[in-house]
């Protein structure tokens, strides 16, 4: 099975930054298995990344394989949803 | 009656940019506010895509300031394609670091899933990051309708744009949105972006009106400083993008010349105290046949005759026609045009609308800068226009002529053949220095002609009517019809003496 890799776009250190992050965090260990291989990229530090990605809204997750490449934007409350919107059948117990 | 002084003049606390838009600059009445946001709000195919990029193009050709296209709508490869028609070379201006895109147009692969709270900082990071790149001074985001058709969070969309083009006032950037209206005299865009981004409104519309289109541009609202206000038509050409005409503010001045130019035909300029004033506009009116293409032909050769540069709009005939009725008269319109004295232009009036018409016709008589100029016929025009859009017409050509110091001749074509006056007449009567009446008088079992100088403005004239015969050498004017009345009216009356 190809690696899983998880890309989050996050605009600052702000709240709604560090929100995304820790539920993403817990996607990974509860949903993924600790198989997913997750970066962050603050698009103020890097914005040639987020023209690349041509991100609007952050935070916005990027599943960038195995594709088909998929999205999902806002703060990742919901670890159900961000499941089916990156395509994964979910595996909580 | 107490309001103090800075409550009445607040123009001089908001500078402006021009813009360089033709036309656009004087009726805003110096450009858009500096460092400030502008919406341009229209319905489809009103044309806001091409003011948005026109408004960059002219800050980089003309003012030496770059910009950022910010696309929510089209997609990059298509703006650029679609400009280059205007002759805006994006692509150059990009590799020479003048002008940056920002792609935010939606994804091939449909909206995308929301989970929790978000906010445009994806956004503003990249358009500042372009910004700071090419060291921007213009940014213009198209449009922000297709923003709100692809994500719901209206409320959060609202507070991000406020967010964001705060952001880039405070970067001493001016900025101009597109927005879309649904209907043309209604709400000024559906999703009320104007009343949190907006420090300014301008409307464009493309109003379907006595069954053509026209555009027109309105500057709504524009905060703190002084505006035209009012419609102003408005046309696109190849050559310059938008192109406003600016109505209110064409200055019809009165002949002030005391520099008589010949009419062509010697007893014509003696009627009229010595020929016509050079930057006097004439109209000439008479039924059909009574020889007003004559008149213009003689015109045009007087003016050759005297070294002048002559130039004709034909609507009517075809070129072929008119130089063969020339030479008919005696006059070599073929040696005059190869000496480039002459320019004969031939257009079918249907072939485009009004506002086209002037542009061309003004674009031609800065190029070839004639001395004098004539249009045969008014009337042909007036028949593919509203009342009001062939007024503006003959008000912003003569403008035009009376800047230059050019002579104009206008005719236009009476529907009866006898007496009577033309739509055209009494529409524009008012705005030429002077008027020739061409009529068909019938006496005694014959048709003859008559003509009268009708007004001639800062002149005498002779105020007789004359009779006149057209032969192999053209117009021979005669002697005063006395014993006749009645030969304006059509309804000749013979006086026996």
């Known amino acids: ?93 | 009656m107490t309001r103090s002084a800075s409550q009445n003049s607040p123009s001089v606390t908001v500078p402006k940019i021009l813009t360089g838009i033709s036309g656009f600059d004087s009726i805003s009445e110096g450009g858009l506010p500096r460092e400030r946001a502008t919406l341009v709000a229209g319905t489809a195919g009103s044309a806001k895509t091409v003011f948005a990029v026109n408004y960059l193009a002219a800050g980089i050709t003309q003012a030496g300031e770059n910009g950022v296209f910010v696309t929510f709508e089209d997609s990059v490869p298509d703006v650029r394609r679609n400009m280059q028609g205007f002759g805006w070379d994006i692509a150059q201006w990009e590799n020479e670091g003048k002008w940056a895109f920002v792609d935010a147009a939606p994804d091939a692969d449909g909206p995308m899933a929301v989970v929790g709270d978000y906010d445009l900082g994806g956004l503003l990071a990249r358009i500042q990051h372009a910004v700071k790149r090419v060291n921007a001074k213009r940014v213009s985001l198209d449009s922000l309708n297709a923003l709100f058709v692809q994500f719901k969070e209206h409320a959060m969309l609202r507070a991000e744009l406020f967010r964001i083009t705060a952001v880039l006032k405070k970067m001493g950037l001016t900025v101009v949105f597109t927005g879309e209206r649904t209907e043309e005299y209604g709400d000024v865009t559906r999703y009320g972006i104007e009343e949190f981004v907006a420090d300014n409104v301008v409307i464009l519309r493309n109003i379907l009106g006595e069954e053509r289109r026209r555009r027109t541009v309105e500057i709504l609202k524009m905060r703190g400083t002084s505006h035209q206000r009012g419609e102003f038509p408005f046309t696109i050409t190849s050559r310059e993008g938008i192109v406003v005409i600016p109505l209110s503010q064409i200055e019809l001045t009165q002949s002030s010349s005391t520099v008589r130019v010949t009419s062509g035909v010697k007893e014509l300029d003696k009627m009229c105290g010595g020929g016509f004033f050079r930057d006097s506009v004439i109209l000439a009116s008479g039924a059909s046949g009574t020889g007003k293409t004559l008149l213009v032909t003689q015109f045009m050769s007087g003016g050759y005759k005297a070294k002048e540069r002559s130039l004709l709009f034909a609507f009517e005939e075809s070129k072929d026609q008119l130089f063969r009725n020339a030479a008919a008269w005696g006059m070599d319109f073929e040696a005059m045009e190869k000496k480039e004295r002459l320019m004969v232009v031939n257009r079918y009036p249907h072939s485009m609308a009004m506002e086209d018409h002037l542009v061309e016709m003004t674009q031609i008589i800065a190029d070839f800068k004639p001395n004098r100029v004539a249009v045969d016929s008014l009337s042909a025009l007036e028949r593919v226009s509203s009342l009001r859009g062939f007024r503006e017409f003959v008000i912003a050509l003569t403008s035009t002529l009376k800047k230059r110091e050019t002579a104009g001749l206008f005719t236009s074509t009476s529907p009866s053949l006898l007496g009577g006056t033309s739509v055209t007449e009494k529409h524009i009567s008012t705005i030429t220095d002077s008027i020739i009446l061409l009529r068909y008088v019938e006496a005694f079992g014959s048709m003859r002609r008559a003509l009268v100088v009708l007004k001639m403005r800062g002149s005498h004239h002779d105020a007789d009517i004359r009779e006149y015969t057209i032969d192999g050498e053209g117009m021979h004017i005669g002697q005063p019809l006395r014993e006749v009345s009645g030969v304006l009216s059509g309804h000749t009356i013979f006086h026996d003496e």
């Open chain 1, 1 to 93: 099975m190809d690696a899983l890799h998880l890309t989050l776009y996050v605009a600052g250190d702000t709240p709604r930054s560090r929100q995304a992050m820790a539920n993403l965090e817990r996607i990974c260990a509860e949903h993924l298995g600790g198989r997913a291989q997750c970066a962050t990229i603050d698009v103020l530090d890097s914005p040639e990344l987020a023209d690349a990605e041509r991100i609007l809204t952050t935070p916005t997750l990027v599943r960038e394989s195995p594709s088909p490449r998929r999205r999902v934007t806002g703060d990742l409350s919901d670890a159900q949803r961000v499941m089916t919107a990156l395509g994964f059948t979910t595996t909580a117990q």
